[in-house]
């Protein structure tokens, strides 16, 4: 098969698959948005790589001005016509949309219907909410509320018209039936994060050297986005928590963007807080090995369809975590499983993760170490990377089908030959 994916965050497990898929021997364009700004994937092909894999930037004419309404829509239509030029270039057999902006999508959904190209909607968040919610801040009720339901019928119609959908979590599939659409085409993958690149390692190596981190305090360690879904300062209410409870602790937060700079600027002038930018993808695994504990955030508003990834990059990496995210969400069942601390992202919620930090390392100086031998064991056991692209390529061959066929039976016959 000829696929293309298309993950415009560029994150490492999206990366993962498209390798493994080439490696199959599919023909994969990886393709991925230059100006959005995140922790990335290996967006590099190596050495390693079967010929088969390309991995290409997308960019827009316009630039992504991202917290400014009518600049982020015009970013969005002319990243959706720098797209839909390069598929008319370079045609596949099947489309993989991940990450896509609501705007950007509606517009290629409309290429790709006309087109005829199959398609699959690999669904991470209910973007048309988050739209919504936006509006409804900005815009008095009679004019917030037709555009709010218009934002959910451009994301409705995306659902409905893709070939195949992947979610992330059943409570995308109860959205779907809210919206009275048939869910006969929907699977449920959980994300993950990649074993191979995120292996345990060192405390003290060479990009904890490098940064001159403090050997003898526990090291806090937040990697990731802190956007509208999270509440920065309560990443230094714990650390001031956990310091009022005995602990010697530093905070590392590796993030860029508002909620960063927010955060810096509160704990100017504090030598127990570093403000990073994000790290290169080669360095991630030291940057979480430096770590103790790792920190996720979520606030409630984005619980139901928003799984904060890093969670999954902290099991792997052997860590465990503190993470003040909602009961419901399905990182706070991961934590746990993987003996990690789960509280509500409030101060009340920050208390008690301070206080069971404080008692952990009372108990058992050699807790921590345990607990993220525990995390990386429950990663090993859920992101098998061969069973998820075993569902991949069944998902892409239905989606293929239900376009045409001849491409799948053409690949299948190829396959059995080569055999």
């Given at each position: 098969m000829r696929i293309t994916v298309h993950d415009y965050s560029g994150h490492p497990f999206q990366v993962q698959l498209s390798r493994e898929l080439a490696r199959r021997g599919h023909y994969v364009l990886h393709e991925y948005s230059s100006q959005y700004v995140s922790g990335r994937g290996r967006l590099t092909v190596t050495d390693d790589d079967?010929?088969?894999?390309?991995?290409?930037?997308v960019e827009a004419r316009r630039p992504n001005r991202k917290y400014d309404p009518l600049g982020?829509?015009?970013?969005?239509?002319?990243?959706?016509?720098?797209w839909r030029e390069r598929l008319e270039r370079e045609p596949a057999d099947v489309i993989v949309a991940c990450n896509v902006q609501l705007f950007s999508l509606a517009a290629v959904r409309r290429h790709l219907v006309r087109s005829g190209t199959p398609w699959v909607?690999?669904?991470?968040?209910?973007?048309?909410?988050?739209?919504?919610?936006?509006?409804?801040?900005?815009?008095?009720?009679?004019?917030?509320?037709?555009?709010?339901?218009?934002?959910?019928?451009?994301?409705?119609?995306?659902?409905r018209s893709a070939d195949?959908?992947?979610?992330?979590?059943d409570a995308f599939v109860n959205q779907?039936?809210?919206?009275?659409?048939?869910?006969?085409?929907?699977?449920?993958?959980?994300n993950?994060?990649?074993?191979?690149?995120?292996?345990?390692?060192?405390?003290?190596?060479?990009?904890?050297?490098?940064?001159?981190?403090?050997?003898?305090?526990?090291?806090?360690?937040?990697?990731?986005?802190?956007?509208?879904?999270?509440?920065?300062?309560?990443?230094?209410?714990?650390?001031?928590?956990?310091?009022?409870?005995?602990?010697d602790a530093t905070l590392v937060v590796c993030s860029e963007g508002l909620g960063a700079d927010e955060l810096a600027e509160a704990a100017r002038g504090r030598?127990?807080?570093?403000?990073?930018?994000?790290?290169?993808?080669?360095?991630?695994?030291?940057?979480?090995?430096?770590?103790?504990?790792?920190?996720?955030?979520?606030?409630?508003?984005?619980?139901?369809?928003?799984?904060?990834?890093?969670?999954?990059?902290?099991?792997?990496a052997g860590r465990p975590t503190i993470a003040l995210v909602p009961d419901g969400n399905p990182a706070a069942h991961d934590v746990r499983a993987a003996g990690g601390f789960v509280a509500n992202p409030s101060s009340v919620g920050v208390d008690q993760a301070a206080g069971w930090l404080a008692e952990t390392l009372r108990a058992d100086s050699a807790a921590l170490t345990r607990l993220g031998q525990r995390a990386r064991q429950q990663a090993e056991r859920q992101f098998d990377i061969t069973a998820i692209t075993d569902r991949f390529e069944d998902i892409l061959q239905s989606a293929i089908r239900r376009g045409g066929g001849e491409q799948v039976a053409h690949w299948q016959s190829n396959k059995e030959a080569a055999a």
């Open positions: 079967p010929d088969t894999l390309r991995i290409e930037p982020r829509i015009r970013f969005e239509l002319s990243y959706a016509r720098a909607l690999w669904h991470q968040d209910i973007c048309s909410l988050a739209v919504a919610g936006e509006i409804e801040r900005r815009l008095p009720n009679p004019l917030s509320a037709p555009l709010s339901r218009w934002a959910g019928s451009l994301e409705r119609a995306q659902v195949r959908v992947v979610a992330i979590g779907y039936r809210s919206w009275q659409l048939p869910v006969d085409g929907v699977d449920v993958i959980p993950w994060a990649p074993l191979d690149e995120l292996v345990p390692g060192v405390r003290d190596n060479a990009w904890a050297r490098e940064q001159q981190l403090p050997k003898k305090p526990v090291r806090l360690l937040y990697a990731g986005t802190l956007g509208r879904k999270h509440k920065p300062l309560l990443l230094l209410e714990l650390l001031d928590a956990a310091r009022a409870r005995g602990v030598s127990d807080v570093r403000v990073l930018g994000y790290q290169p993808a080669e360095r991630f695994a030291e940057v979480l090995a430096s770590a103790d504990v790792m920190v996720a955030l979520l606030e409630p508003h984005a619980a139901a369809f928003s799984v904060p990834s890093k969670v999954l990059s902290y099991m792997a």
